[in-house]
């Protein structure tokens, strides 16, 4: 950066700082109405897309099984759920984002038409709309109907906590079992919630809302072992604190839980269990030459000194397996995949490997990529981790992969576009290929909506 004669900075492209600031102002207007020029888009695209009744919801479109889905409020249409799997795909989010974010444009488009309308003239931005869309998705039509009139005009001025009490108003007014269950709500939304923290970090956040006795119960068992500890340590007491938080856990997950059994009345016991830590360690590790493992169980970077403290703790169990060549061939004759086999599709893939889908693999089925009822086998390369949405939307929706290599995959959309999925995530390929007007003929035996995949289940939570 240099200065001028007349005192203006000017930039490295020899701009002044005014015309950077006009320039950049320009910009911010052009992204604005890009924004809204997308938001019009999303809802032309759901106007298009419509199932028009939930008896009429699970269809035979295209000889294939499609499903309306409701993504917004009473009132709002129901749109077709492969359609939403290539929109969302386009948009380049996950399919739980962005159906999140279509149903609130969809919220807007047809429950919130004051909104919707000030959206288009400029004087409300997009995610001002989006943000009242999300608070009134829930909210019966009268409700919301309530919510528009009463906010439109003012949505560009006014607070969020003025936005917060009219929809708090609009459901009072409205809904009053809704209320009174909200009311309640607020008398009991005792949780506890804990959090992994960064890539690398060996420590976790805990936050929690506890009753006001077991609150109390807490403090004071954890100051009384922290003070035991203090005999034998001289870490900080907050730390102290924290440590006496995990033997209290640890104690409790050793211990035999009795409990009654709702049918027969008898007491039964629950054997105590353990909590495991998986651990990924080289043999440059094991001989000092390197200082970092993997935690399995968040995935992140971990120091060999942590995982040596964790391995001291008294009482722990040290099991050692074997390394996994995620290259070699071990397939099975049987449909169904056993452990050893899943177990190593999820090292190999982490999260579903549909475009821009981040589902963890423990939560997906596999799919046989070429199907076992035709010769596929049932081997880690043929199995391809894919939440139960796009399992889906690729057995009845068009859409379709090929596996470039284990963990490498080539998706084509209904509409002809493609996507590159590996480790790196998800790449574009456009531009799309024509798409053709008759894309199957003689739909397959699956095309039946009463058929289902052998050895369908729902994937363990």
Known sequence: MKQTRSGWATGSDGRSTAELLRDLGSQVTAQRRLEVDQFKTIIAWADANVVEDIEGAATIRDSYVDTGIPIAGPGAPLVSEFGLSELVATLGRSLDGGRDHVGKVIECGWRLPRVRDAVYAGKVPVWKALRVADLTRTLSLEAAGFVDRNLAFALPTCTWVQVERLVSEAVDRFDPAAAEERRQDEQDHRHVHLRTGEPGSTVVDLSGTLDAADGIDLDTALNRRARELGNVSD?????????????????????????????????????????????????TALTGLSTVGRWGNTQTPVSVEQIRQWCAQPGTS?????????????????YEVPDRLRRRVELRDHTCRAPHCNRRTERCDLDHAHPHAAGGSTCPCNLVPLCRRHHRAKTFGYWRYTIVQPGTYLWSSPHGQHWLVDHTGTRNLDPPRPVDPDPDPDPPDWADPDWTEPGWAEPAP
């Open 235 to 283: 870490l900080p007491l907050d730390v102290r604190r924290a440590i006496a938080l995990g033997d209290l856990a640890r104690a409790d997950l050793a211990l035999d839980l009795e409990t009654v059994d709702p049918e027969t009345g008898e007491l039964r016991t629950v054997p105590g269990r353990k909590v495991e830590l998986f651990v990924h360690l080289t043999d």
């Open 318 to 334: 040290v099991i050692v397996r074997p390394v996994v060549d995620l290259d070699e061939h071990v397939p099975v004759d049987s």
